[in-house]
T-cell receptor, first 114, second 112 residues
Framework: EAGVTQFPSHSVIEKGQTVTLRCDPISGHDNLYWYRRVMGKEIKFLLHFVKESKQDESGMPNNRFLAERTGGTYSTLKVQPAELEDSGVYFC????????????FGPGTRLLVL | SQQGEEDPQALSIQEGENATMNCSYKTSINNLQWYRQNSGRGLVHLILIRSNEREKHSGRLRVTLDTSKKSSSLLITASRAADTASYFCATVTSGGSYIPTFGRGTSLIVHP
């Protein structure tokens, strides 16, 4: 069974540009989560999808971040326009259902905004 | 406020030694989980301990939970160079969201 995959693995962009991160969850997993880790800090929750619906987006930092999960399969996280403080590692995770408790994480996308 | 706080932030030991990492949290929990992240990889779920459990084992891992002190520890026995990674605790609060709250992690280096 393929794990959670994320693309790209690394992205270096300039302040003001747009970047789109993609996450492909494990097949059959309805729940998809986005997290972010800024250098040296804790891993912070961004949002949670159940199928194509946003269940909880309380962790989204501001309206420069837009997440979608059309069709309930893969998800994208767009940052537009990117700011310096957006640099960090963006993780995606998926789980079969909330009762499963264990989340399966992707390798992350390392974003550097210059 | 931040939930899980790992201690120490960094730990450097020799192969064969034991490594102990601690996690403190603030609110009542449903369960506490430990994850490992190898450099350049995603987080891997290691072990989950529920609020009514005190100790759990998995291979060379031993996790304890003290709800009265709101703390947990992860012990890795007979460490190997391959155990070099960052270790995170994550708490799931009681009666709330199922979303785990992570700490900053402990960076473990095991020297061969």
């Amino acid at each position: 069974e393929a794990g959670v995959t994320q693309f790209p693995s690394h992205s270096v962009i300039e302040k003001g540009q747009t970047v789109t991160l993609r996450c492909d969850p494990i097949s059959g997993h309805d729940n998809l989560y986005w997290y972010r880790r800024v250098m040296g800090k804790e891993i912070k929750f961004l949002l949670h999808f159940v199928k194509e619906s946003k269940q909880d987006e309380s962790g989204m930092p501001n309206n420069r971040f837009l997440a979608e999960r059309t069709g309930g399969t893969y998800s994208t996280l767009k940052v537009q326009p990117a700011e310096l403080e957006d640099s960090g590692v963006y993780f995606c995770a998926s789980s079969q259902d909330l009762r499963t408790e264990t989340q399966y994480f992707g390798p992350g996308t390392r974003l550097l905004v210059l | 406020s931040q939930q899980g706080e790992e201690d120490p932030q960094a730990l450097s030991i020799q192969e064969g030694e034991n490594a102990t990492m601690n996690c403190s949290y603030k609110t009542s929990i449903n369960n506490l989980q430990w994850y490992r992240q190898n450099s350049g990889r995603g987080l891997v779920h290691l072990i989950l301990i529920r609020s009514n459990e005190r100790e759990k084992h998995s291979g060379r891992l031993r996790v304890t939970l003290d709800t009265s002190k709101k703390s947990s520890s992860l012990l890795i026995t007979a460490s190997r160079a391959a155990d070099t990674a960052s270790y995170f605790c994550a708490t799931v609060t009681s009666g709330g969201s199922y979303i785990p709250t992570f700490g900053r992690g402990t960076s473990l280096i095991v020297h061969p």
